[in-house]
């Protein structure tokens, strides 16, 4: 079947605009995780959902971060009014059924540049 | 907190030789560990995972780990190294009260002919 897909796969952008990055997980997976990768910082969890809710946000930067998701399924991450630190490989994974032993399946990543 | 440590961000071996990468963890509760590998412009994708069963652990493309809680380790290797393992490896950890990884800083793995 198909895997975790993200849209879009590069995203260019001017400082202080807002940007939206989507995760389409695998069909029937109840979890949904967000991190971000940047040479700063290496890999970094921003935020996790199980179902519609997100019990744990403790990895979002800031209030400029945001993530919501619908129908179980697709996420949006969107990061207002941009910061050139933002610039980053944003990834998105799933699992079945959001239990820690569960393998994350990775998507291939939106790699976002704020000029 | 929990922490993972990867000794060596960059490791090169000749095509043949023993891949050896290494991962320490620290947490105060029996951690799950997992090893990704990442290929140039690729997500991550699960090499193999350790969630308390066997302590030695086999993985895909003749990887395997071996955890051992006395030195709070849980190194990869791969008896001998092919051209198409170049990749950036990755450790991360997991708490039984936590869904999220931690991730080491990656070894990039280079392969000599």
């Known amino acids: 079947g198909a895997g975790v897909s993200q849209s879009p796969s590069n995203k260019v952008t001017e400082k202080g605009k807002d940007v939206e990055l989507r995760c389409d997980p695998i069909?029937?997976?109840?979890?949904l995780y967000w991190y971000r990768q940047s040479l700063g910082q290496g890999l970094e969890f921003l935020i996790y959902?199980?179902?519609?809710?997100?019990?744990?946000k403790s990895g979002l930067p800031s209030d400029r971060f945001s993530a919501e998701r619908t129908g179980g399924s697709v996420s949006t991450l969107t990061i207002q009014r941009t910061q050139q630190e933002d610039s980053a490989v944003y990834l998105c994974?799933?699992?079945?059924?959001?239990?820690?032993?569960?393998?994350?399946?990775f998507g291939p990543g939106t790699r976002l540049t704020v000029l | 907190a929990q922490s993972v440590t990867q000794l060596g961000s960059h490791v090169s071996v000749s095509e043949g030789a023993l891949v050896l990468l290494r991962c320490n963890y620290s947490?105060?509760?029996?951690?799950?560990l997992f090893w990704y590998v990442q290929y140039p412009n690729q997500g991550l994708q699960l090499l193999l995972k350790?969630?308390?069963?066997?302590?030695l652990v086999k993985g895909i493309n003749g990887f395997e780990a071996e955890f051992k809680k006395s030195e709070t380790s849980f190194h990869l290797t791969k008896p001998s190294a092919h051209m198409s393992d170049a990749a950036e490896y990755f450790c991360?950890?997991?708490?039984?009260?936590?869904?999220?990884?931690?991730f080491g800083a990656g070894t990039i793995l280079r392969v000599k002919s």
């Open positions: 947490s105060s509760v029996p951690p799950y």
């Open positions: 994974a799933s699992t079945l059924g959001g239990r820690v032993a569960d393998t994350q399946y």
């Open positions: 069909s029937g997976h109840t979890a």
């Open positions: 350790y969630t308390s069963a066997a302590t």
């Open positions: 991360a950890v997991s708490l039984e009260y936590g869904n999220k990884l931690v």
């Open positions: 959902f199980q179902g519609n809710s997100a019990p744990d």
